[in-house]
């Protein structure tokens, strides 16, 4: 391949997958909207009616007309009915008159005003009002949140609980989402076994497959069920054997959307990954002058789309958050493609001295100014993850940057979401 796929900026890298997976957006669907939470709308939802549809009660209390409330001293109001929330009887009130009305409740008729029944004595049928209550208080009235014909949501949104309570709101039991892409998993490397099992020396656990299918579920996406020997698992493992490899990509890619792959993807005499992509589709890129993450690969095989991941804990979770996980909200639509960054001001100088834009695992947090200050934590190893584990952000230095003093402004990448 050409030298100019070959160590892309990260945000070369990243608007290329942009722009391919802008043109394979996938087919939209009709959900129930209790299984929502966490898809994409695929198309702008318009209000069919006001809301609140009619005029209701903000608290309990009397309703009435704003204009007999007194100016001065106290009025005695006529108390001719109770309005529950949920009645549906008119009732017209008329001069002088109130009615008993709860939260919710609609106004009656020419009734404008709420008191709380805090401020009202009754005896009786009697209700006394003192001056001082504001005409129109306590009302919800008829679309003051919104009116029929708004748009509520546009498409591109990610639904989360609060578009899930508005769309309910609104009546809507089913809305219309992108589909989920179809993600196979798959790591690669003869010296994993996976946690449960014996562990020899020369061995390590296989903690990508579940990274990345925990990773997945983060952006509520299932991984699609590998069928292993024993059971269905999240991912398929494969050992560094080009046959095997082979015939794994080809059978992945007759129905998967992605194809995300674990290790093998450098330049070691196992590396069988950029060969197998070259040779049974097309590599997009190779290599991004990120740290950790260099390795990435970018590429197709049939319909599926292929990203494999360098093997090294740090770099994969690095590069599936940098590079897959935009991919994965442009697939669906989604209009939060590029990940957020923070400004945050260093407690410790930080250099380097390669061209690569580097990510620090570090601790974030708020001082009592209201300033944001960033630590990276003590061990930056790519095979490392006890400090993944304590960092709640990655501090992201420039290609170009080789030193940064006490107080500088960084961007950072917040891992809250990702947690
Ligand atoms: P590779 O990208 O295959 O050269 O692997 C780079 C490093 O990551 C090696 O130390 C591997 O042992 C390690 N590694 C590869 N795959 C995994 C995995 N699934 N889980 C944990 N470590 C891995
Ligand atoms: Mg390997």
């Known amino acids: 391949m050409s030298e100019s796929h070959n160590r892309l900026s990260l945000a070369d890298a990243q608007q290329r997958i942009a722009a391919i997976c802008a043109t394979r957006r996938l087919p939209s669907e009709s959900i129930d909207l209790s299984r929502a939470l966490g898809r994409t709308l695929a198309v702008d939802v318009c209000a069919s009616r006001d809301q609140p549809f009619f005029t209701n009660s903000a608290m309990d209390g009397f309703a009435l007309r704003g204009e007999d409330l007194p100016q001065s001293g106290s009025r005695d109001f006529r108390l001719i009915g109770t309005r529950l929330a949920g009645d549906q009887t008119q009732i017209v009130l008329g001069q002088g008159?109130?009615?008993?009305?709860?939260?919710?409740?609609?106004?009656?008729?020419?009734?404008?005003?709420?008191?709380?029944?805090?401020?009202?004595?009754?005896?009786?049928?009697?209700?006394?009002?003192?001056?001082g209550e504001s005409p129109g208080s306590h009302v919800r009235p008829a679309g003051e949140d919104y009116s029929a014909?708004?748009?509520?949501?546009?498409?591109?949104?990610?639904?989360?609980?609060?578009?899930?309570?508005?769309?309910?709101?609104?009546g809507f039991d089913r809305v219309n989402v992108a589909s989920r892409p179809k993600v196979r998993i798959m790591t690669t490397g003869d010296e994993l076994v996976m946690p449960g099992s014996a562990c020899g020396t020369a061995q390590i656990y296989n903690s990508n497959g579940y990274a990345l299918a925990a990773m997945l579920r983060k952006e509520h996406i299932d991984p699609d069920q590998a069928h292993g020997a024993r059971q269905d698992s999240d991912f398929i493992h494969l050992r560094d054997d080009p046959?095997?490899?082979?015939?794994?990509?080809?059978e992945a890619a007759r129905s998967a959307d992605v194809i995300i792959t674990s290790g093998g993807v450098s330049a070691g005499e196992a590396?069988?990954?950029?060969?197998?992509?070259?040779?049974?589709?097309t590599i997009h890129f190779w290599k991004v002058r990120m740290r950790p993450g260099m390795p990435f690969l970018f590429g197709e095989i049939g319909r599926s789309l292929i990203f494999c991941l360098p093997g090294n804990p740090v770099s994969t979770i690095a590069t599936f958050l940098c590079l897959v996980r935009p991919a994965l909200s442009i697939l669906q639509g989604r209009g939060d493609a590029t990940p957020q960054l923070l400004p945050a001001r260093l407690t410790q100088p930080i250099s380097k001295r390669h061209d690569r834009t580097e990510f620090l695992r570090a601790v974030c947090e708020v001082r009592?100014?209201?300033?944001?200050?960033?630590?990276?934590?003590?061990?930056?190893?790519?095979?490392?993850?006890?400090?993944?584990?304590?960092a709640n952000a990655l501090i992201m230095v420039p290609e170009q940057t080789t030193d940064l003093a006490v107080a500088d402004?960084?961007?950072?990448?917040?891992?809250l979401e990702f947690r």
């Not at 046959?243 to 080809?250: D, N």
């Not at 590396?271 to 589709?281: E, N, R, T």
């Open 271 to 281: 590396d069988y990954l950029p060969g197998l992509v070259a040779d049974l589709g």
């Open 243 to 250: 046959e095997s490899i082979r015939a794994a990509l080809v």
């Open 409 to 415: 402004i960084v961007q950072t990448l917040s891992l």
């Open 149 to 170: 014909g708004d748009a509520l949501i546009r498409a591109g949104q990610r639904i989360g609980a609060a578009h899930v309570a508005a769309l309910a709101a609104a």
């Open 368 to 390: 009592n100014d209201a300033s944001l200050w960033v630590t990276p934590v003590a061990q930056q190893g790519s095979a490392m993850l006890r400090g993944l584990v304590e």
């Open 97 to 131: 008159e109130c009615v008993r009305i709860t939260t919710g409740a609609a106004l009656p008729l020419s009734a404008d005003t709420v008191v709380i029944k805090e401020h009202a004595l009754v005896e009786g049928s009697t209700v006394h009002i003192a001056c």
